[in-house]
Structure formats: C-alpha cells, structure tokens
C-alpha cells in the first residue's frame, strides 16, 4: 500500500546535539510538508518543496533545516540552533497541480529533550 | 490571506448525541475543504473533503457541506460514539497548494 513512512517513532536529542527525522512517500507526490505539533495545539509548517532539490522556509524555520534530493525523501534536521525542539513532528505529502487532492500525512515522530 | 477558523474545543458529548462543529474559511480564490481527524499519538486522516460550492463530503456518518455564501463547512454526525474521540481539523487548499489547517477542536464522547 502506498503511504508516508516516518521513523524514527520516538527520538531523545541530548543539549548541543543535531537529529534527523526521516520521511519516505510511495505515493509519487511532488510536494512534501514538515510540520510542528505541540500538546493541544494546531500545525505550524517549518518547511516545504514542490519539487526535488527545491524547498521554502514556512512559518517556523529557524533552527531546522531540509535536504530534497529525491522526490520520495525529505529528512528534516532539528540543529541545536531549535532551543525548545520537545514536540510532535509531522511529515506530509501531496501532488500539484490539481486542487482538490489532500494532503496525506505520516504517524508522526515524537521529539522529547534528555 | 487564506486563514480557517475552527469553534474552540474542548467538545463533550454523551454517545449517540448528535455533533456539529463550526468551520469557516476566507480565502482568496476557490479553495477546496477538508476535514481531518486525528487520533491520539497518530498522524492526520483525512475524513472527508469537497471541491466546489454545495458539494457534501461525507464518511463514516461524517456529513459536511461546502456552502460558498457563508463560507463554511461544517463537521455534522447524527449520532456519535465513543471511537469518535479525538482532534478534527478544518483545511482547505488553493489551486493544490498553499494548505491551511484551522486549530483543530477536541472531541470527547463519555459512554
């Protein structure tokens, strides 16, 4: 089955320490979304790309940063530059082009600071 | 610019009661709208969407119409249940593009 793949699950990021989420799609979208969820609040985007090798800053980019070398990847980096980066992240895909396709999402990686 | 507003949460409901929650958008040009819900712990599924004026998407006895002259699209379900407990997002999209997610409005359902 098609769909967004996000891992790890759950991740701890020690002061001063660099991490990377990984997200994989199958479902041939151009586009594909990062996204920030804090406990009981709405999306933020932190970073987009509609095309490969190509990628926007969205709301809350300071102190993340995103590589779009292949259409079906779009890891996220949380640098130690990110000084609150406890929350959960969201990567999301979608085509272009039309506009009534949805945008698909992953299950999330849980960031927590040790 | 393109903004949804969503009623404020928290929404508690005995099973069986009958849900409506409020969504209403503003949006330069014609956007289609969507409803997401999301789970605990989990991503965002999409439930059900609509892509021009009076089209009703609907799932899982999930109803919403998208009505053009109030600007809305209102989440309605007859007769909700226990399972149905979790965040809904209101969304709509431009042209494919430019995505815009309301704040999302809880949802708890007591036995």
């Known amino acids: 089955d098609g769909g967004i793949t996000q891992s790890p699950k759950y991740l701890f990021r020690k002061e001063g320490q660099n991490v990377t989420l990984s997200c994989e799609q199958n479902l041939n979208h151009d586009a594909m979304y990062w996204y920030r969820q804090d406990p009981g609040q709405g999306l933020r985007l932190i970073y987009y790309?509609?095309?490969?090798?190509?990628?926007q800053k969205g709301d809350i980019a300071e102190g993340y940063s995103v590589s779009r070398e292949k259409k079906e990847s779009f890891p996220l980096t949380v640098t130690s530059a990110q000084k609150n980066p406890t929350a959960f992240y969201l990567c999301?895909?979608?085509?272009?082009?039309?506009?009534?396709?949805?945008?698909?999402f992953g299950d999330g990686t849980r960031l927590s600071i040790l | 610019g393109n903004s949804v507003t969503q009623m404020e949460g928290p929404v508690t409901l005995s099973e069986e009661a009958f849900l409506t929650i409020n969504c209403t958008y503003t949006?330069?040009?014609?956007?289609?709208l969507f409803w997401y819900v999301q789970y605990p712990g989990e991503g965002l599924q999409l439930l059900l969407k609509a892509t021009k004026a009076d089209d009703k998407g609907s799932n899982k006895g999930f109803e919403a119409t998208y009505r053009k002259e109030t600007t809305s699209f209102h989440l309605e379900k007859g007769s909700v249940q226990v399972s149905d407990s979790a965040v809904y997002f209101c969304a709509l999209s431009i042209h494919g593009q430019n995505f815009v997610f309301g704040p999302g409005t809880r949802l708890s359902v007591l036995p």
């Open positions: 790309s509609q095309i490969v090798n190509d990628f």
């Open positions: 949006a330069t040009g014609y956007p289609s």
């Open positions: 999301a895909s979608s085509t272009t082009g039309t506009s009534n396709q949805p945008q698909h």
